[in-house]
C-alpha cells in the first residue's frame, strides 16, 4: 500500500520556521519526482517546490530564497524547510509524488500551517 504522510506543521509566528516532513512507503522513492503543494484558504492548490530524481529543484516565485526542499533516498523522506515565514504562507501543505513509465502519482493528506501573531 502507497502512503505519503506528511508532519511538521503548526501554528507559527511571522518571521519564523519550520519543518515540513513528507515520509513515503509502497514506492520506489529514488525513482520519483516529489513535490510540495499548498492550498490557501478558500484558493486553488499551487505547487511550492519540486525536486527531481536526479535532484533538480525549483521553486515558485513567491517562495524563492526563503524554502528549501530536499530529498533523503535511503529515508525515502521528502523535505521543505520554511524559513522567514509570512502569514501569506498560510495553507495545507501537500505532499505529491510522480513517475513515469509507468505513470503513477500520489498525494499526501496534507499538513496544516498557519502563519500568525
Known amino acids: 500500500q502507497v502512503q505519503l504522510v506528511e508532519s511538521g506543521g503548526g501554528l507559527v509566528q511571522p518571521g519564523g520556521s519550520l519543518r515540513l516532513s513528507c515520509a513515503a512507503s509502497g514506492i520506489v522513492f529514488r525513482l520519483y519526482t516529489m513535490d510540495w503543494y499548498r492550498q490557501p484558504p478558500g484558493q486553488q492548490r499551487e505547487l511550492v517546490a519540486f525536486i527531481s530524481n536526479a535532484f533538480t529543484t525549483n521553486y515558485a516565485d513567491s517562495v524563492k530564497g526563503r524554502f528549501t526542499i530536499s530529498r533523503d533516498n535511503v529515508k525515502k523522506t521528502l523535505y521543505l524547510q520554511l524559513n522567514s515565514l509570512k502569514p501569506e504562507d498560510t495553507a495545507v501543505y501537500y505532499c505529491?509524488?510522480?513517475?513515469?513509465?509507468?505513470?503513477?502519482?500520489?498525494w499526501g493528506q496534507g499538513t496544516q500551517v498557519f502563519v500568525s501573531s
Open positions: 505529491h509524488g510522480k513517475r513515469a513509465l509507468p505513470n503513477f502519482e500520489y
